[in-house]
C-alpha cells in the first residue's frame, strides 16, 4: 500500500516554482500494516504514518479494552 505526500511550500520562490503543492516522497506499507491503517482509519481512529501500525494498534486495543485473547476464544 502506498499513500501520496504533499506540503505546502516554505517560501515564495517554492510557490512560483512548484505551485500550491510540492509532492513528497510516498510512504510505503507491508500488507499487514496496510490493513491496519486501512481498519483503523474506518474505525475513526486518528493516525500517525509515521508511528508503526502495530504499536496504535496495540494502543487502540487498550484504548477501548479490546482483549485479543477472549475474542480468539468467542471464535472457536
Do not use: S
Not at 510557490?15 to 496496510?34: H, N, S, T, V
Amino acid at each position: 500500500m502506498e499513500v501520496q505526500r504533499v506540503r505546502g511550500p516554505r517560501n515564495e520562490y517554492e510557490e512560483r516554482r512548484f505551485g500550491d503543492e510540492i509532492a513528497l516522497a510516498p510512504y510505503r506499507f507491508c500488507a499487514q500494516c496496510g490493513e491496519i491503517l486501512l481498519n483503523l482509519i474506518a474505525y475513526g481512529y486518528c493516525v500517525d504514518i509515521q508511528e508503526p501500525m502495530k504499536d496504535q494498534l496495540l494502543e487502540h486495543w487498550e484504548r477501548t479494552g479490546f482483549d485479543k485473547r477472549k475474542y480468539a476464544e468467542a471464535r472457536l
